[in-house]
């Protein structure tokens, strides 16, 4: 990875803030973002009187102020002062961005290798909703929705109700239409220039966190920074009785040995001592209180000096020699990492993972392993699907809230409770704890569903299969284990595979809703590529996919998919790409595109707007020509708007050429031209015999059908190689 650190003292341009794989993080000691609706002392809304400022002076240098900030880890940004007006400009720049033609698109994201993430150079540690909305504005929005406008947002897939009560979030929109308001009339190109060229920040390293809260609290005049942990310590154990002291300080020692011994890359224990404490206090606390959404907002908190100290040791029991032992068997043990979070401690997607089976053990400290794996997996899995990642907010008080609540330590008992809100136990993990409950085979099935579950198509949800499954409401097992080994061998490893297009080719004949569709952004049809992509598509189209998995045959999985393909109808939708396998190998990440009734269907050949493009009936023509003229040098030449088959005299010996094309409805047409000098008149009477028109650089034939336009190719050819 490559980064621009920042040095204090040095003038940096917008241009080399955002570059590399550098991030501008806006860290949870700030407040929100305020400008979209904040006025100035004259009474003019912020956003346009700083807009106003830049328009009017795009002949001059400006230096933007001081930013104030610490580097943590290596070529991440963290502000300390300066958020409001680095937002602003990045909404800016994005709003601009539409405008030109996605001419600062590399200002907006990293186009490193490493990033394949769509992650931006700005990013909001707030809180988790404003982390996720700038991450799918920049893309969905800034980058691939050219023709959306900003009271289009709120309508996307991607814009979550939980978005309108994030101030942030709505300040942002509202900068967003003013922005819009006032580039309309512009040159955006030039202005977006001079936005990267000619501003200007005199940057100031305040080192590390505590520095940078000092500083906040500071230039902000509010707030107070947090207690370090070593502040913690003479606090809470003087809390405690005197004969206790001693040995709540000899525990105390211990505590901090554990997380020094399991510190990571950070210099001290402190932070996997905060983020301990931090767990305590989300357990302790009502998940109505101010003091739990307050964490889940920044994750910052103040220990309740009041709690028992015993109980703080037998949590710290529980992490330390259940979850994470330096030595035997433990619950998490590829996640130690946990364990040393950086400063701004994990996230809550963890804390759903780790706090349920925390508070689990410690209301059953007696539980039977496997009576404590079931609830570790339960979450580990619930944590994998996207309804549950998207209402977090929601998720994590309420998973605490089922473990305080559990009747008993069987991870069944779940099925007594009321009231338990459906976006963590779903009908589909009901469906699942009841069949559990009481099979004689219940231990074989778990390990099958947490099998299954952990497939990255399904991500924790397999309810398909287990629909599959079922006979007069009896769960099959045998039937559960045959449909899932057939999945695995259809669907395994990366998904990159050259015999998952037979699979593809199979579905388009099973009349599935919706395929190919628009999986994500608005313009490129898929066949499915991502694994949320063929999750969608499953779910969307359950008994068509049983269906199609009970047609298949376990010692040939692609025999029955061959027949699907060879009996398809020829006048079916999208028959072509069902019978000519070469459209959708064409096609590196199943994606085309609908250019009109004129023009058709698109091939897309990579997975950026700059990558190649193939007119579908060009490419067709190209796969005919291909296996009927061998005399010459044919190749097909992919562009967006003008690609073609372009054939030359040999590979190496290029002295004449001709390029033929789909040019609309049942139209193809054909230039004849030499390369490295005028053609007229150069091939003597042979165009005037074709009836090739001079259209001053090349001789032409248009509005041809395709047989003729292959046939008089062909006579071309023929007559220039002889």
């Known amino acids: 990875m490559k980064y621009n650190s920042l040095s204090t003292g040095n003038t940096y341009k917008l241009k080399d803030l955002f570059s590399k794989d550098n991030k501008i993080i806006i860290p949870d000691l700030q407040r929100d973002y305020c400008w979209g609706t904040t006025q100035n002392s004259d009474g ?29 880890p290596l070529g991440h940004i963290q502000l300390c002062d300066g958020q409001q007006r680095i937002t602003t400009l990045f909404l800016l720049l994005g709003m601009l961005n539409k405008k030109a033609d996605n001419s600062f698109r590399r200002f907006l994201i990293s186009e490193t290798e490493e990033n394949d993430d769509w992650e931006p150079y700005l990013q909001y540690a707030i809180r988790e909703s404003s982390l996720y909305f700038l991450s799918d504005l920049t893309r969905f929005f800034f980058i691939e929705g050219k023709d959306l406008n900003v009271s289009d947002i709120k309508q996307q897939s991607w814009y979550f109700l939980d978005y309108d009560f994030d101030p942030s979030i709505q300040n942002m929109i509202a900068t ?5 308001g006032e580039i309309k009339d512009i040159n955006c190109l030039e202005f977006g220039k001079f936005i990267i060229e000619k501003l200007s920040f005199l940057y100031y390293d305040m080192e590390n966190r505590t520095k940078g809260e000092e500083t906040f609290v500071v230039i902000n005049t509010t707030g107070e920074p947090l207690s370090a942990t070593e502040n913690l310590k003479p606090l809470l154990i003087s809390r405690q009785p005197k004969e206790k002291q001693k040995v709540c300080a000899e525990k105390w020692e211990k505590w901090e040995q554990f997380f020094w011994k399991n510190r990571g890359e950070n210099d001290t224990a402190d932070n996997g001592l905060k983020e301990f404490f931090r767990w305590i206090m989300l357990l302790s606390l009502d998940s109505d209180s101010d003091g739990f959404k307050q964490i889940q907002k920044n994750g910052i908190f103040k220990f309740d000096l009041n709690i028992n100290f015993d109980t703080v040791n037998m949590y710290f029991d529980i992490v330390s020699k259940k979850l994470f032992p330096n030595d035997g068997a433990a619950l998490f043990p590829n996640n130690k990492k946990w364990l040393s979070p950086d400063l701004d401690g994990n996230g809550q997607i963890t804390w759903f993972r780790i706090l349920p089976i925390i508070q689990y053990l410690y209301r059953f400290p007696d539980a039977l392993e496997k009576d404590v794996w079931r609830v570790r997996m339960l979450f580990r899995n619930l944590a994998m699907i996207s309804n549950v990642q998207k209402a977090i907010k929601e ?12 009747p008993e330590k069987d991870v069944c008992s779940i099925l007594q409770l009321e009231n338990i809100s459906k976006i963590v136990i779903s009908d589909e993990v009901k469906q699942k704890l009841q069949i559990l409950s009481n099979h004689p085979q219940r231990e074989n099935i778990e390990e099958y569903f947490w099998k299954e579950e952990e497939n990255k198509i399904w991500s924790g949800e397999i309810k398909p299969m287990v629909q599959w499954s079922m006979t007069e409401n009896d769960f099959d097992f045998e039937l559960f284990k ?17 015999e998952l297009d037979i699979t593809r080719r199979a579905l388009l004949t099973r009349d599935l809703n919706g395929y190919p569709r628009i999986f994500k952004g608005y313009t490129n049809y898929s066949f499915a590529w991502d694994y949320d992509d063929w999750h969608t598509l499953i779910f969307d189209n359950i008994e068509q996919f049983k269906s199609f998995f009970d047609a298949l045959d376990l010692n040939d999985i692609y025999k029955a998919q061959e ?3 060879s009996s398809n109808p020829t006048d079916k ?9 070469d459209l959708l190998g064409y096609c590196e990440q199943k994606k085309i595109q609908w250019w009109g009734d004129e023009l058709g269907w698109t091939l897309i050949k990579g997975d950026r707007a700059s990558g190649d493009y193939a007119n579908l009936k060009s490419y067709k023509l190209y796969l005919e020509m291909k296996d009927t003229i061998k005399e010459c040098y044919l190749r097909f030449y992919d562009a967006k708007k003008d690609s073609c088959v372009a054939i030359d005299e040999t590979q190496k010996c290029n002295t004449w050429a001709i390029d033929v ?8 047409a054909l230039q004849l031209f030499r390369r490295n000098e005028s053609a007229e008149n150069a091939f003597s009477d042979l165009p005037i015999k074709l009836g090739l028109s001079w259209n001053g650089e090349r001789y032409e034939k248009k509005d041809m059908k395709k047989d003729d336009a292959i046939n008089i190719t062909k006579e071309i050819i023929a007559s220039l190689m002889e």
């Open 661 to 668: 094309w789909h040019s609309g409805g049942d139209n193809y």
């Open 573 to 581: 939708n999208y028959d072509e790409f069902v019978k000519i396998p």
């Open 395 to 406: 998720a994590l008080p309420e998973a605490i809230r089922i473990i305080n609540e559990m």
């Open 482 to 498: 045959n449909y899932a080994e057939k999945f695995n061998k259809v669907f395994h490893d990366t998904l990159e595979y050259n």
């Open 563 to 565: 027949e699907m393909i």
């Open 176 to 180: 967003m239409k003013i922005i819009e």
């Open 44 to 72: 003019n809304n912020l956003v346009k009187a700083f807009l106003s400022n830049l328009l009017n002076n795009t002949d001059k240098d400006l230096n933007m102020g001081l930013l104030y900030g610490y580097e943590a």
